[in-house]
């Protein structure tokens, strides 16, 4: 079966599921992406789809025509009524599993069976007179195509729908009458409330509306004894197609294809993703479909941390957007400035983009290059192995060798202050020595970092500088912009918090 992820190769539900979790998804906040998302959808058995990365620059591209052909509303529609009417069939199957009478257990199939391949028809019926342009819609319309036309295909539908006309055509009537109910095979289907509603016409409000009483009378699925009754009379009355159902019932066993189910969760998966990122345009915010390219320019315009936007739209917060460039000859982005100026945040909204544009999906961003890889590594700060001095910086020595181990050309790398426990002038040169690494594999770094002397290194390096209020009171902007690192905010800002600044001092020693 047609897969949307793949080309070529197919995953099984159960191979996806022993994919681990990648080691920059909590780094980058995608963990709380991926929960909010089977949140909104109360569908969680599709997160480890997350993480079944694209390796290859056609895999990527194959994964943005589906999304393209899902963003077309024709498309969307038709792939929206596929899913539902297979849902009907597995709903149907789930009842023949759960019941005991055999008659029951048999109809319940032979129902799934023509909603099954029903819907597969529709399908087709429809990517007839709306093509789709994705690789994997089209080769889904020819496969399901030539299953529906096999001979088996056709004699098992045939039968399924002789047995279903024949049960359509059965009637009986149920008089209820205090303690008493009369059963007969006799049907009338004349409404008897119609001469009631005639001669009472005119006391009936003009607002008034009569809704025929449509609930089913006997709503639970297992068969009670009236049913049961019913059911022996019908049977005695229509033994031939009794017989039929049973043989039929007996010969068939479940149809429906592991390849399809799986096939239902991969389109659930992207469905509904695009319809999750598509909810911060409401919000105002961009969306848009990357475009991939095999160099390493790179070009993100009003591009934000999608996780942190989902939290401040619904604290009615403003949303900081920023943008990023590099040109295909500069080899790094470094991202200096104050502390808790939005660089921690840009530098997860940069891993964010590269990851949706990976999978296919849209980015955070209202323009978006990005050059095609094929691994994101990250390290950002955490606690652990945070005992003592030592400790802290021996834990991000052994990460930083198991990462350097793994870059290649196709890779990013994303850090986040590094060596913080470090002396200023020790940081400096790990930090150079480890930038050279990185740089030799030619990989895509983007280093935030408290020692700005490092954008100052080369005329390739792309600087970015986090800004803030020039009023003296060093306040926040959140913007990020391409300047000449100084280093001149990230000390105002630390001298502001120690007051050092000349009224501090000066009013310290006329107190003395």
Same mark, same amino acid.
């Given at each position: 079966m047609i897969s949307l992820f793949w080309p070529e190769d197919t995953m099984t539900y159960e191979d996806v599921c022993t994919i681990p979790e990648p080691s920059f998804f909590r780094d980058l906040n995608l963990d709380q992406y991926a929960a909010e998302w089977a949140e909104s959808y109360d569908d969680r058995e599709l997160i480890p789809y997350f993480y079944c990365e694209a390796k290859s620059y056609d895999v990527a591209k194959y994964r943005q025509e589906v999304i393209r052909d899902l963003s077309d509303p024709e498309i969307s529609e038709i792939i929206d009524d596929f899913v539902s009417k297979i849902g009907e069939a597995v709903r149907c199957r789930q009842c023949a599993d759960n019941v005991l009478e055999a008659s029951q257990k048999y109809k319940w199939n032979t129902d799934c069976i023509l909603?099954?391949?029903?819907?597969? $028809? %529709?399908?087709? !019926?429809?990517?007839?007179r709306v093509p789709p342009k994705s690789r994997a819609f089209y080769a889904l319309h020819q496969e399901l195509f030539r299953l529906l036309n096999t001979s088996a295909v056709r004699r098992l539908r045939v039968t399924a729908k002789t047995i279903h006309d024949e049960f359509e055509k059965m009637r009986f009537h149920i008089s209820i009458n205090k303690d008493k109910a009369t059963f007969d095979l006799s049907y009338n289907p004349a409404d008897y409330c119609a001469p009631l509603r005639l001669a009472l016409a005119n006391t009936i409000a003009e607002d008034e509306v009569f809704v025929p009483f449509r609930d089913h009378p006997f709503p639970a699925m297992d068969v009670s004894p009236l049913e049961s009754f019913i059911l &022996?009379? @019908? $049977?005695?009355?229509?033994?031939? !197609?009794? +017989?039929? +159902?049973?043989?039929?019932g007996e010969r068939c066993g479940n149809v429906l294809s592991q390849d399809v189910l799986d096939l239902l969760r991969e389109i659930r998966f992207f469905r509904d993703n695009l319809n999750f990122l598509n909810k911060m345009k %409401? $919000?105002?915010? /961009?969306? !848009?479909? /990357?475009? @991939? !390219? &095999? %160099?390493?320019?790179l070009y993100l315009d009003n591009c934000y941390d999608f996780v942190l936007a989902l939290r401040n739209t619904k604290a009615k917060r403003e949303v900081i957007l920023n943008d990023i460039m590099k040109a295909n000859f500069e080899k790094a982005i470094i991202v200096t400035g104050p502390n808790q100026g939005g660089k921690t945040t840009l530098a997860r909204a940069f891993g964010q983009c590269f990851y949706f544009g990976m999978m296919g999906l849209p980015v955070p961003a209202g323009v978006c290059k990005l050059p095609y890889i094929t691994n994101i590594f990250t390290h950002f700060a955490n606690e652990e192995g945070a005992d003592g001095v030592d400790g802290r910086l021996a834990n991000e020595i052994t990460r930083i060798r198991d990462m350097l181990s793994q870059v290649d050309h196709r890779s990013i790398v994303i850090l986040n202050e590094l060596f913080t426990s470090a002396p200023t002038i020790d940081a400096l040169a790990m930090s150079r020595d480890l930038l050279k690494r990185l740089l030799a594999n030619n990989a895509i770094c983007f280093y935030v970092t408290h020692t700005y002397e490092i954008a100052l290194d080369s005329e390739d390096y792309v600087s970015l500088v986090a800004t803030v209020v020039e009023d003296g009171t060093c306040r926040r902007t959140y913007r990020i912009v391409r300047k000449r690192a100084d280093g001149v905010a990230y000390a105002n800002s630390i001298v502001s918090k120690y007051k050092l600044d000349y009224s501090h001092i000066n009013y310290r020693l006329h107190r003395k």
């Open positions: 909603q099954y391949y029903q819907a597969m $028809e %529709d399908l087709c !019926v429809a990517f007839n &022996k009379q @019908l $049977e005695k009355e229509n033994r031939q !197609v009794f +017989l039929q +159902l049973t043989s039929f %409401d $919000e105002g915010l /961009p969306i !848009v479909m /990357p475009l @991939l !390219v &095999k %160099d390493k320019e």
